[in-house]
Structure formats: structure tokens, C-alpha cells
């Protein structure tokens, strides 16, 4: 048997062991509650709380074990135990214990922030961590188990300090294992900690949410993670269990220590327990075993002896007994001696008693003695014994509560006293609002009446107090000084309130009845006067008509008054019905005593008295009515005969005017008949009008439906011969059409030749710009050249200053050149980046993108460049849909790198910002200034927060737990009803979202729109199987969710709200965004809750309806106009600029794009001859002199050019050839008609058709002849061939064009050519739209020559301008030159050995050197400026002349030729020094 195995067969008996050691102790652990004043009788409630304070206080023990221990090692105070977690976190106090016990591994250093500057100033840094780590690996190079190691975030993030802490207590015993650290201390029962310690750190344990290691069981669990000496292990527990036999504890304390055993925390005063419990378990386990039947010789020696684990639980045990025995004496001593000091009468004996420790009692205060010695000593004369800690923690608290009231009260009559002995009537009513008066409501309003009720009041003690004096014969030197007590302060305010009330009751009725006549009800009115608070008398029910507009006609009358007096006012002066003045406002329901500023002496509502007279007034007159009301019949009677009498006198004058005016009564008669039959006449007319509309509204329906048919059949994939002929008249053009066309060619053969030109123009531009360069570098190196002229004649090497690629020599222009055409390509082709985006590492993608991709299109800055970056992102976007998009939900899932460059791109330009701002920053505002809304739907934070409302109101615990599952939070009604009014707040605001959303579609920017079109159109075609919605989605996740959510999720991030300095936004509002900006996600990819959050399932109908409105708005948003219509751009926009494009960039962005480019050439390019090729291979390798670039880190405009002529040959390829023999094949099917088109080719023409064709061409033939332009005869363009003047030559015209056209299979002879009358019948469709075309490119290409011709222009003032500046240097040039008076020609005469010395003359062939001081050169300048003469003789015979350029001397060197040949004389020279020897000699520049 093993010893694990003896162990567990024996862990019963030990047990039983434990329980008898209760009885050998000399100390008991239980007591009589009533002897030492402890109730025993506990509830369950207590007990838990006790364990976890008990906890809570073991925990603290271990960290100041732990604090003792690495105050120990590393010599250093590490402060209050209860600030060593937190001191832990930066990891600068465990990496200097690494330091301590691994040296080499954590040298001082490694150690960050070891003074703890930066943390005390800033915090926590993430370079904290280093510090963690290297403690975590000092601790591995010793070998420390892994299982006893924290995570970085348990210790940085605070996440599980109790982990940390049992692994310094591993670490502590392990290096005491190896003798490299002493032991670390014990100190459970023994550390004493305040009561409010310890509920803190029970409160920081709670928080952590885990449970707390066993501390005890860490050298049990190093001996199973390490190796150890079994062997000496063995002998060391089987020397132990004989040495019980002995019944000597020192022996046994002595065997326990011994290091082989491996036992730890060994007790030297437990010693005489260790003996007699570890005697008793073996004594136990080995009457077990005999019972059992075992032998010692057959059965394994640990069936009888005690293992290593027994022995160390029951050394653990013995030692958590006796600190627990330790501290309940304590705690037992501690009360019994508050009960004895309550019975005595010092209470300062009494004070510190209560203050012990031991005592765990709380909130004990030093300035309360004398009141806790009068509670405690009632306390215990009220109950037989002593009383126990809760009771006394009871009594503690009712006197501090006591106290605080008392004193409390007492400052509270003090504070009021002084206030209203001063007369400060606001201060009054402010130290009335004391608690400790426990006084009703108080009104601010009433403030005066308070002040004055209090005065009186005093006044009124006052005198009693002085009359009592009196009356006793007591002499007063000095006036009785009383204070109100609190007795009378409570008087004084319940009479003002009631009086208040009263007088209030009595202000409303009155404010009623002037009110009730507002909404016209005399009802209203009656109840308002019957109100017994208005004091109204003889109100009759039946005069509340009259009541109401008597009254409201008053109130009319004083209204005027008031107007008219000094301007309506809102406060009405009122007399009460004791007669006290005081003042009313009906509409904020306010009652004042004081006149309140503003308030006007006359006012519109009625008084109480003038009420009062209205209504008796009334009631006396309707009194009055009732009594006439009584003789009623005689009033008829008289009234009847009045009437009679006025009836008969108006009948005698209507018939008398009748009598008078007969002719026109007849006249008007017969007006009125014929109206009558005009009216029938024109009813039926209408009638028949009405019917022929119908009539023509069935023969249109008629004639349309059959051109619809037949339209239906010519928009067939494959429209027959039949349905064309139905059409072809809308092929017929007219002479506008023709007109357009002529127009249209001419223009487009205007810009040919203006290209060309301008092309021509600017070369020669560009020629004068390098010779204004070559005579202006002149000037400014002639020192160069001096220079260079003495190092030749030192021997030295002539090393040229290089400046880059603006440098003047011909070597830095091509290159120059070279690179300005291979941006210009990268620029306007966006094939070529597309491809390199994808083919590069993408690790180096986003970064080339925003680095040089986005400089190359000057970040979209103007409409040209930002049209060519969205041509870029439409071919980058469709490589990554092809490359990489494998399903169509891949672009909502993933991460596609040309999505989130475009997003980030419309996002952050400024203009595009303004479009966000403008769309959503107003609702958003709105959300944050909304300071009452809370968007919080989760259960269990709305649950908690109704927990603490209601505990906050109530002012009592809530029997609630707190901690509950989402499904438990919602069985409560109150939870569930605060989330469905949070939905429909929610619902609300989204709908606004959204309504704003979709009904400003057209005010997003218009790139953002066309890369959703692009993205919808790339899935298409990869896609065709995807259904529409699945393609909306996609392209929703571009449009909101990618574009839109963030900017609503965090809109200070992207400047759509303004915040003031120093303020940010709050959780609150970030968590109302972020909820509206989730549901709205939810709406736009159509994800419905399901039962996780059946609590939001509400909101499923909603997001079904805001789903259908997102997918119309998807849709409207990726359908938009074409790039080039919406930019304005063709074919002709970078020929007409005046300005050549120009992008900033630097020398190393140029090096890195051409590198990339040359690393994938063959990716990139398409072919052989494609133009990228021919552009690389003149630019070559990089240069490998970083001096050609130049500084790398300065931009420099480069300005781009095209290197390839714009062709515009229009007819150049084979699609002018079908576009022609359409036009053909139309004439034909004019003529002649067949069931198929192939059957009219071999069919001949009849006679008339003949006729018909040679009339037709006649015609044609005439309108061709009258063109003026030659060039419009004879250009391709024009589709009529004068030779096609029979049928029979129009048919072979057409099969030859056929021919070609089936060689290059554009058709197919076998399916009746139907390739080219599907082309004819789309023609016909598209001839509206064609023409509407024309019409633009007419505008668009006007627009061009125009262009073209203030271009032409600007490069002809350029050349005359650039002409005359370079004539203009050439003379400065010769007038620095000195000549003699009157003699404008200049002569320089040198030997040629001078000139072969100076380096000037390099050699003459056939001339040896030694010859050279025989010969004599001379330099003259001629009448033509920059133009010199040189002449020779040698031995008396003259040379011929040589006419030398100053212009071209200077092109050479640019073009960097050293030397010159003269053919004719073979005289080789320096045209470096030769340009110095004419600018010293002729030019004087020295």
C-alpha cells in the first residue's frame, strides 16, 4: 500500500481523532454564553457573515506575511498592508525580489521606473509589464512550479490579487527550500486588524468574484509539482511516528523540524498538541487496521503509521485551533470588561474598552463616552447578564444617533436665531429646513409670514417672561434673553401653513371663476361661484348663463383698464377674507405676501367683492325676469297684435313695388328660360365630346399595343429581318441630323490638327526652356569652371555637382522626363496600381496606399484627380472582389483592404466630414444634449438600477437579491416596463435616424455612391447566381455600416460634434449612440433577436419594416450617374489644360514605386508592348548614386506628361468597317425586301426597285457635291461611296465588308449575319438616346476647340516671349564685355601651345605638339550675336574659318560632350574651357 492510499483509508479516523482532542485540552473552545456575556444562538445570516469576515481576515494575514517577507529580502518598507496590492500592480517591487534571488536574470537595469517617478506622476504604464515578466521569469529560472503562476493581467488589471499573493507564499517557502530566503511568518490569529479593514478587503474580495487559494495546502502541492528525497522523505515520517511512543513533545517538535520530513509551519508552543493529537490519530489508525485484520508484517507499514499528509493536515489543524482559541479569549476578555466598566461610573475606563481590538465593535466615538456609559448601564439594568457584542454594537449606535441629533438640533436653534433676530427672512427660511426640526413642508413664498409668526412669537414669550419677573418682584438690570424651543418653533409653522392653505384655497377659487370663463362653459362657471372657499353668496343654479356673461364681461372691461393703466401683469392683489393684503399668480400658481416686482396696481381679474356685486345683480334681475314670466299671457297678447300690425305695413309695400316694376320682372323671366336652354344644350355637347375622347382613347390603346408588340420583338436577343423593316424609317436622318454630323466630324478634325499643333508648340517650349537654362547656368557656374580650369592644370579630377533630377544635364532631363511619364501613366491608367496593390505583400499595402498611391492623386484635390483616384479604387476594388471575395458575404465578414482605404478616404477628407456633419450631427447632438435619456436595455443593469431608486426613496435595504440572471431581472414587472418605454424611446430616435438617412441620399458624397455601384456591378458578374438582396446587403455594409455606424457609435472621433476644451462625452451618452447605431445594424443586415434576447424581441417587427426601407435606399444609393458625365471628363480634358498636372512627391517615394514596379513588371503589364514596358525600359535600373534623386526626404512638384499622341483616327480599326456596313445593309433593306437577309443578298433587284435606289443615291450623290471642306469628302468618316450606284454594287460592297468582317468573327454567315442586324435593331432602339449623345458631344467638343484655341494661343505668346528672352540673353551676355571705343568687333589672338597649356586645345591632326607655338588661333566676335569667328595661321599660311555658336557650345555640354572635332581642320577642343575662354575674353565674366 502506498502512503496516498493509507492516507485516504485513514482520513475517517483521523477525523475522529480531531473530535477527541476536544476533551485533552486544558483550554476549552466553547463557553457558556451567559458567563462571559456571548449569545450562542445564532442565525444562518450571522454565520455566513461571520465566515466571510473570518475570510476576509485570514486574507489579510497572508499579505502581511507576505508584506514582512519582501520587506525582508529586498530591505525596503512597502507601507500599510492595505495599500500592498495595489503598490504590487507596476511590478517594481516584485522585479526588484526577482533582483534579490535571480541577479543575472533581473539585473537593476531591466527594472522600469525602479524610483516610481513616472508612475507617481502619470500611473500605470504599459511598460509596467516588463517588470511583471521579469520577476515571472526569475521565478522559472528557479525552478518554481508553472501551477503557482499569475497572469499578467491578474496582477496589472487587478483581476485576481489573491493568485498573486498565494504565489509569493509558494515562492517564499521554495526559496526557504533552497536556502536562499528566510521563512516566511505565520501570523494567522496573531496580526490584528480594525473592524473597518476588514469589511474592506471583504468588499474587495466580493468584488473579485473568486475564491480564495488554500494557503495551507502549498507544500502539499510542491511536493507533488517538484522532486524531493522519497527516500529521506520516508525515514524522516517513520522516525516521526516511533518518537510518539516516547510521549516526550521536544523530542517529537525536534523530529518534526527535521528538513527531510518536508513539514511546514511547525508551532514551537504547539508542541505539547502536536505530541498528544498526532499519539491519538496514530493510536487511532492503528486499532483501525487490527480490526481489519492486518498484520504489520503482510500488510504496507503506512496501514499503521501515520503518512507525510496526515501528519502535516494535523499540524495545520492544531495551528488554526490554537490561533482561533487565542483570538476567542481575546474577543471573551474584551466584552466581559465592557460589561464590567458599563456598571461603573468612568467613563473613560468604559471608552477604552469599547476601543480594543478584540472587541469587533464599530463606530466607537471618542467625543460620545458620557452618553455610551448612560445607554450601556440602562442597557444592562434592562436585561439579567451580560450583553453580548451585537447588543452592544446596538446600544453604540442608538447613542451616536442621539448625539448626532442633539447636536444637530442645537445647531439648528442657533443658526435660527440668528437669522431672525437679524431680520434675514431668506436665512430664516433656509435654517428651517433643518432636519433636526423635523418641521412640514415649508414654502418659499411664505418666508416673510414665517419670519414675522417667529418674531411675534419671541415677543410674546418675551413679554410673559418679563411680566412673570414683575409679578415675582424681580428687579430686571438687563432684558430677559429667551429662545424659542422647538416646541414653539413647531407651532409657529403649523398656524402659517394652515393659514397658507386657506388663504390659498380662497386665491384659487377666485383665480377659478375668472379662469372657468376662458373655456365658455357657464356650467363651469356655477361650480366655480358655488366653491365655498370663494365666499360667493346668492348664486341661483338657473341665472349661470347670465353669471358667465356678466362676469366675462366685466373681466373685458377691466382688462382694457389694465392695458390702458400700466400694461397687464401676471400677479392679481388679493384681500383674504380676514382683510391681509397678499399677492396671486393663476399661472405659475404662486402666493406671495410681499408685492412682487413688476406687479401692476390694476389688474383684469375680478375681486372677490366685484364677483360678489356681479352676481347679486343677476340674481335680483332674473328674480325680476320670474315675476314677469308670471302674467305671461297678457304679454303675448300685446306683443301679438305689434306684429300683426308690422306684417300688414311690409306686404302693402312689396306689392306696390311689384306693380311698379312689372316690365322688368318679365324681362329677367325670359333671361332665366333661355339659360335653362343653353345649359341642356351644352350638357349634351359635352356628353358627345366626352364619348369621342373615349372613342380615341380605344384606337391609341389599339395602335400602341401593336407597336409595342412589335418593339417587344426588335428588343429580342435575335430580331429578324421581318421586325426590322417596321423600323427602319426612325434610321432616316434628317438634314439636322446631318447637319450635327458634319458639325461633329469637322470639330473633332479641328482638334486633330490643334493637338498636333499645340504638341508641336510645345516641344519647341520646352527646347527654348532648356536653352534659357543652358545661358542662365552659364552665368552662375563660370566659377565652376575656373575651378575646374585649375584642377586640370594640377592634374586633378574633375568631380560635376549633381542636383538631383532638377539638375541642368541631359542625363538628369531624361530621367526626369522618363519618370514624368511613368506617373503620368500610373496615373491616368488605373490598371497598373490596381494590380501592384494586390501583388505586393499586403503587409506593405495600406501603407504604400496612403504613402504614395493617394500623393500620386494629390489626395483628390481638385475634380480631375479625384476622378482618376475613383477610377483606381473601381479597378482595385473589382482585383480584390476577383482575388480574394469568394462568397458575397466575404465583404461583410472579412476586412476587404480597398473598402476600408475607400471608407477611411471619404471619411476624412474635410469635404466629406462636412457631409457626415451636415447628415447626422444634429441628430446626435440632439441625443447628447438630451441629458434625461438613457438607452439601457440590458435586464440586469435596469434591474440594479431599479434596486437602487427604490432603496433611495424608501430609504430601506432592499429584500431583493442583488445578484440575478438576465431571466430572473425580467420576471419583474417594473424591469420589463422600463425596457419596453426604453424600446419605443429607442424606436423613436431610430426612425428619425433613418428617415434623415434615406431622405438625403443625394446630399452623400457622390465617390462613396459609385464604389457601392462598383461593388454591386463586381458581385454581379462573380456572382450571377446571388439573389439582389444578398448583393444589397454587401453593399449596405459599405454604405452604413463600414461608412456611417462608426461615425454615430463614437462621433467625436470623426468631428461631427463640437465638444468644448476639456470635455469629452460621458457612458451615458456613448451607450445611447451605441445602442441606436446597433439596432440600426441590426435593421440594415436584417438580424432579428432571437431567444438569448427575447427581451428585445419586440423590436423584431420594427427592424422587418426598417430592413425593406434600408434595402430601397441600398438600392437608390448604388445607382448614379457614369464617372466621366458626373466629372465632365473625355477623351480631350488633359490635352486642352493650359497647366500640365502636377503631383508633390519625394525622391524616396519615386525610388520605392519604381522599385515595386520593376520587382512586378510581369504582373503588372499585360503584354510585350505594353506601354508600361517601354516606360521602365528607358528609365532603367535605379539609380544606383542616391545623388540623382536628390535629397530623398524634400517633396518636389513633378509635373506629369503624356509621352503617347492622343490618335484620333476614327475609323482606324475594324469597328468603323461594321459601323459602315450597317449603314449599307440599311440602304439595302430600304430597297428591297426577302424573308431573310441572306436571301436579299443573292436575290436581284426588280426594275423599280432599281429606280427607287439610283433616285436615293442621285440624292446623295448631290448633297455630297455641294460639301465645301475637302477634307469632309475624302474623310473616313464618311459613310457614302459615290461608286454604289447600282444595287448590284451596293449588294457587292456589303458581302466584301462581310468577308473581313468574318475574318475578325464579329459574324457568323451561317445564322444569317444576325450578329449585325442585332447591332441595327439596337440602333433603332438607341437613336433617341444617340442623338441626345450627339447633342452633348457637340456642347462637350465645342467646349474643347475652344479650350484647344486659348491653348494654342497662350503656347504661341509662350514661344514669341521665350524667343525674345533668349535673343535678350545673348545681348546681356555681350554688352559685359569690354570693346574699344567705336569698334564693336572684338578679336582674341593666343598661340596654340597657350591654348594647349590653358586645356582649351586638345590636338590638330597632323600637327605634332612641339609645332603648336608655330601656329597662332584667333577668336573674333561677328555682327551676329553668340556667334564667334576663329581663324589660324601656321608659318605665314591662314587656316580656314570656323563660325563657332555660343548656343550650341552650351547644348553640347549639356548633352555632356567634353570635347569637339572641327572636321575640316581637325582642330579637337574643350568645350567646357572653350565656353570660359569666350565668357572671360568676350562676355567679361571672369
Request: with cysteine.
Amino acid at each position: 500500500m502506498t502512503e496516498t492510499d493509507g492516507s485516504t483509508q485513514l482520513f475517517g479516523g483521523v477525523a475522529n481523532v480531531r473530535a477527541k482532542t476536544q476533551n485533552i485540552h486544558d483550554t476549552p473552545r466553547f463557553y457558556d454564553g451567559e458567563e462571559n456575556g456571548v449569545d450562542d444562538r445564532i442565525t444562518a445570516d450571522n454565520m455566513d457573515e461571520a465566515r466571510q469576515q473570518n475570510m476576509a481576515y485570514e486574507y489579510l494575514c497572508h499579505l502581511e506575511e507576505a508584506k514582512n517577507w519582501i520587506e525582508a529580502c529586498i530591505e525596503e518598507d512597502l507601507g500599510p498592508t492595505m495599500d500592498i496590492e495595489e503598490a504590487l500592480r507596476n511590478g517594481v517591487i516584485l522585479a526588484k525580489l526577482g533582483h534579490y534571488f535571480a541577479p543575472e536574470i533581473v539585473t537593476k537595469k531591466r527594472i522600469y521606473d525602479p524610483d516610481l517617478e513616472r508612475f507617481n506622476v502619470r500611473g500605470l504604464h504599459f511598460k509596467h509589464t516588463d517588470n511583471i515578466n521579469y520577476w515571472m521569469r526569475a521565478m522559472a529560472s528557479i525552478g518554481l512550479p508553472q501551477i503557482f503562476f499569475p497572469t499578467t493581467p491578474d496582477l496589472y488589471d487587478k483581476k485576481n490579487m489573491p493568485k498573486v499573493i498565494y504565489c509569493i507564499h509558494a515562492l517564499s517557502i521554495w526559496l526557504s527550500k533552497l536556502g536562499k530566503a528566510p521563512n516566511i511568518e505565520n501570523l494567522l490569529g496573531i496580526a490584528e486588524f480594525t473592524e473597518e479593514d476588514i469589511t474592506e478587503m471583504r468588499r474587495a474580495l466580493e468584488d473579485y468574484g473568486i475564491s480564495i487559494p488554500a494557503f495551507n495546502k502549498i507544500g502539499g502541492i510542491l511536493e507533488k509539482e517538484i522532486g524531493v528525497d522519497e527516500a529521506g522523505k520516508h525515514a524522516a515520517v517513520i522516525v516521526i511516528n516511533e518518537i510518539l511512543q516516547k510521549e516526550d513533545p521536544e523530542v517529537t517538535l525536534k523530529a518534526l523540524n527535521n528538513k527531510k520530513a518536508y513539514l511546514n509551519y511547525i508551532e514551537i508552543p504547539n508542541s505539547v498538541r502536536y505530541h498528544e493529537i498526532l499519539f491519538l490519530a496514530k493510536l487511532d489508525k492503528t486499532e483501525t487496521a487490527l480490526e481489519e485484520g492486518k498484520t504489520s508484517e503482510e500488510s504496507d507499514i503506512y496501514e499503521f503509521y501515520l503518512t507525510h499528509t496526515e501528519i502535516q493536515d494535523i499540524i495545520d489543524d492544531i495551528n488554526d485551533i490554537v490561533r482561533k482559541e487565542i483570538a476567542e479569549s481575546k474577543f471573551r476578555a474584551a466584552i466581559a470588561e465592557i460589561n464590567r466598566c458599563a456598571m461603573g461610573d468612568c467613563a473613560q475606563t468604559l471608552l477604552a474598552a469599547l476601543q480594543v481590538t478584540a472587541s469587533r465593535l464599530k463606530n466607537v466615538n471618542d467625543l460620545n463616552y458620557d452618553l455610551y456609559l448612560e445607554f450601556l448601564k440602562a442597557a444592562k439594568l434592562s436585561k439579567e447578564g451580560n450583553l453580548n457584542v451585537d447588543e452592544i454594537q446596538e446600544v453604540l449606535e442608538l447613542a451616536n444617533e442621539e448625539m448626532r441629533k442633539r447636536r444637530d438640533l442645537e445647531g439648528a436653534l442657533k443658526a435660527l436665531h440668528e437669522n431672525f433676530l437679524a431680520s434675514n427672512i431668506d436665512g430664516t427660511f433656509e435654517a428651517l429646513h433643518h432636519v433636526a426640526f423635523k418641521l412640514p413642508t415649508l414654502h418659499k413664498n411664505a418666508a416673510p409670514k414665517y419670519q414675522a409668526t417667529l418674531f411675534f412669537e419671541l415677543a410674546k414669550l418675551q413679554d410673559r417672561a418679563e411680566k412673570e419677573a414683575e409679578k415675582e418682584g424681580v428687579e430686571l438690570e438687563e432684558p430677559i434673553t429667551i429662545r424659542l424651543t422647538h416646541a414653539n418653533i413647531q407651532d409657529c409653522i403649523k398656524a402659517v401653513n394652515n393659514q397658507l392653505k386657506e388663504v390659498r384655497r380662497f386665491a384659487e377659487a377666485i383665480a377659478n371663476i375668472n379662469g372657468c370663463l376662458v373655456q365658455d362653459d357657464p356650467q363651469e362657471t356655477l361650480g366655480a361661484l358655488h366653491v365655498q372657499a370663494a365666499g360667493i353668496k346668492e348664486v341661483l343654479e338657473r341665472c349661470a348663463d347670465d353669471y358667465h356673461v356678466w362676469i366675462k364681461e366685466g373681466i373685458s372691461v377691466k382688462k382694457t383698464e389694465s392695458e390702458i393703466a400700466e400694461g397687464d401683469s401676471s400677479w392679481i392683489e388679493m384681500r383674504s377674507p380676514d382683510n391681509q393684503i397678499f399677492f396671486y399668480n393663476p399661472e405659475s400658481k404662486e402666493l406671495v405676501w410681499v408685492k412682487p416686482e413688476g406687479a401692476s396696481e390694476v389688474s383684469h381679474y375680478m375681486a372677490q367683492d366685484e364677483i360678489q356685486w356681479i352676481v347679486s345683480r343677476v340674481t335680483a334681475k332674473r328674480l325680476r325676469d320670474e315675476w314677469f314670466d308670471t302674467n305671461v299671457d297678457a304679454v303675448v297678447r300685446l306683443q301679438s297684435i305689434a306684429r300683426m300690425s308690422m306684417a300688414r305695413k311690409r306686404f302693402k309695400a312689396r306689392l306696390k313695388f311689384l306693380h311698379e316694376n312689372e316690365e322688368a320682372a318679365l324681362r329677367i323671366q325670359c333671361l332665366w328660360r333661355g339659360y335653362l336652354i343653353r345649359k341642356e344644350l351644352k350638357a349634351r355637347r359635352d356628353y358627345l365630346n366626352a364619348n369621342m375622347r373615349h372613342i380615341i382613347r380605344i384606337q391609341a390603346w389599339v395602335r400602341g399595343y401593336q407597336i409595342r408588340k412589335n418593339y417587344l420583338q426588335l428588343t429580342q436577343d435575335k430580331p429578324s429581318v421581318q421586325v426590322l423593316y417596321k423600323f427602319l424609317y426612325l434610321l432616316d436622318q434628317s438634314a439636322v441630323d446631318h447637319a450635327e454630323e458634319a458639325e461633329l466630324r469637322k470639330h473633332k478634325a479641328s482638334i486633330v490638327k490643334e493637338i498636333r499643333h499645340n504638341q508641336q508648340l510645345e516641344k519647341e517650349i520646352n527646347e527654348m526652356d532648356i536653352k534659357i537654362g543652358l545661358l542662365v547656368k552659364n552665368r552662375l557656374t563660370l566659377s565652376d569652371v575656373v575651378t575646374a580650369s585649375k584642377k586640370l592644370k594640377k592634374g586633378g579630377e574633375v568631380v560635376p555637382k549633381n542636383r538631383g533630377l532638377k539638375e541642368l544635364s541631359k542625363e538628369s532631363r531624361e530621367m526626369l522626363e522618363s519618370y514624368q511619364h511613368l506617373f503620368y501613366l500610373l496615373q491616368t491608367n488605373p490598371k497598373y496600381l490596381a494590380k501592384l496593390l494586390f501583388t505586393m505583400p499586403q503587409n506593405n499595402c495600406t501603407k504604400f496606399m496612403e504613402s504614395v498611391v493617394l500623393t500620386i492623386y494629390n489626395y483628390g484635390t481638385n475634380s480631375r484627380e479625384e476622378c482618376l483616384l475613383l477610377r483606381l479604387f473601381e479597378n482595385a476594388l473589382k482585383e480584390e472582389v476577383q482575388r480574394k471575395v469568394d462568397k458575397v458575404q466575404d465583404i461583410s465578414t472579412g476586412s476587404p483592404t480597398v473598402i476600408k482605404i475607400v471608407v477611411g478616404y471619404y471619411r476624412g477628407t474635410q469635404g466629406n466630414q462636412n457631409s457626415l456633419k451636415s447628415l447626422l450631427g444634429p441628430l446626435i447632438e440632439q441625443v447628447m444634449e438630451d441629458s434625461d435619456l438613457n438607452m439601457n436595455i440590458h435586464p440586469l443593469e435596469v434591474y440594479k438600477a431599479w434596486i437602487s431608486r427604490t432603496e433611495m426613496e424608501t430609504g430601506e435595504a432592499s429584500k431583493l437579491p442583488y445578484d440575478v440572471t438576465p431571466e430572473q431581472a425580467l420576471k419583474h414587472k417594473e424591469v420589463t416596463d422600463e425596457i419596453e418605454n426604453t424600446i419605443k424611446k429607442l424606436v423613436t430616435i431610430i426612425k428619425s435616424f433613418q428617415e434623415k438617412i434615406i431622405g438625403t441620399v443625394d446630399q452623400m458624397p457622390y465617390g462613396i455612391r459609385y464604389m457601392a455601384m462598383c461593388l454591386r456591378k463586381n458581385l454581379k458578374e462573380k456572382f450571377p447566381e446571388s439573389s439582389e438582396e444578398e448583393i444589397l446587403k454587401a453593399v449596405g455594409n459599405l454604405l452604413y455600416y463600414r461608412y456611417m455606424n462608426p461615425v454615430i457609435t463614437a462621433p467625436d472621433s470623426f468631428e461631427v460634434i463640437e465638444l468644448g476644451a476639456g470635455s469629452n462625452m460621458n457612458n451615458v451618452q456613448r451607450r445611447n449612440l451605441g445602442s441606436i447605431a446597433k439596432i440600426l445594424q441590426h435593421a440594415a443586415s436584417f438580424k432579428i433577436f432571437d431567444s438569448d434576447a427575447r427581451y428585445l424581441a419586440s423590436l423584431n417587427s420594427f427592424i422587418k419594416t426598417a430592413y425593406i426601407k434600408f434595402m430601397e435606399f441600398f438600392d437608390a444609393a448604388s445607382t448614379i450617374s457614369d464617372i466621366d458625365e458626373h466629372f465632365n471628363m473625355d477623351e480631350f480634358s488633359d490635352v486642352t489644360m493650359l497647366n500640365k498636372p502636377m503631383i508633390f512627391i519625394s525622391p524616396s517615394e519615386i525610388n520605392s514605386t519604381h522599385q515595386l514596379l520593376l520587382d512586378h513588371q510581369k504582373q503588372v503589364t499585360e503584354a510585350d508592348d505594353d506601354p508600361m514596358n517601354e516606360v521602365l525600359a528607358s528609365l532603367g535600373p535605379i539609380p544606383e548614386d542616391e545623388a540623382m534623386l536628390g535629397d530623398k526626404s524634400t517633396e518636389f512638384g513633378l509635373v506629369l506628361t503624356n509621352k503617347w499622341e492622343l490618335n484620333m483616327s476614327d475609323e482606324s480599326n475594324i469597328q468603323a468597317l461594321f459601323s459602315k456596313t450597317k449603314y449599307l445593309i440599311v440602304d439595302l433593306l430600304k430597297i428591297q425586301r426577302g424573308e431573310t437577309f441572306t436571301a436579299i443578298l443573292h436575290t436581284d433587284a426588280n426594275k423599280q426597285q432599281q429606280e427607287l435606289y439610283k433616285a436615293i443615291h442621285s440624292r446623295r450623290l448631290a448633297a455630297e457635291n455641294e460639301k465645301t471642306n475637302e477634307e469632309e469628302k475624302n474623310s473616313k468618316m464618311a459613310l457614302f461611296d459615290p461608286n454604289d450606284n447600282t444595287i448590284k454594287k451596293l449588294k457587292e460592297h456589303i458581302l466584301k465588308n462581310l468577308t473581313i468582317l468574318e475574318q475578325h468573327k464579329l459574324v457568323t454567315p451561317t445564322e444569317d449575319y444576325q450578329e449585325i442586324l442585332t447591332s441595327i435593331a439596337k440602333d433603332i432602339c438607341n437613336q433617341r438616346k444617340y442623338r441626345q449623345r450627339r447633342k452633348q458631344d457637340l456642347k462637350k467638343i465645342g467646349e474643347t476647340v475652344e479650350r484647344m484655341s486659348k491653348k494654342k494661343k497662350y503656347y504661341g505668346e509662350a514661344v514669341t516671349y521665350y524667343q525674345e528672352y533668349v535673343k535678350a540673353c545673348v545681348n546681356n551676355l555681350s554688352k559685359g564685355g569690354k570693346s574699344k571705343k567705336g569698334d564693336r568687333r572684338k578679336t582674341a589672338r593666343y598661340s596654340a601651345h597657350k591654348l594647349y597649356e590653358k586645356g582649351v586645345l586638345v590636338e590638330i591632326e597632323k600637327v605634332p605638339t612641339s609645332s603648336f607655338k608655330a601656329v597662332t588661333i584667333e577668336f573674333s566676335s561677328t555682327d551676329q550675336v553668340g556667334v564667334f569667328e576663329v581663324s589660324g595661321k601656321l608659318s605665314g599660311f591662314n587656316i580656314d574659318k570656323i563660325n563657332v555658336v555660343f548656343e550650341n557650345l552650351l547644348q553640347l555640354q549639356y548633352e555632356g560632350v567634353s570635347t569637339l572635332k572641327f572636321e575640316d581642320s581637325g582642330v579637337v577642343i574643350n568645350v567646357n574651357l572653350l565656353i570660359f575662354l569666350l565668357n572671360k575674353k568676350f562676355y567679361g565674366v571672369e
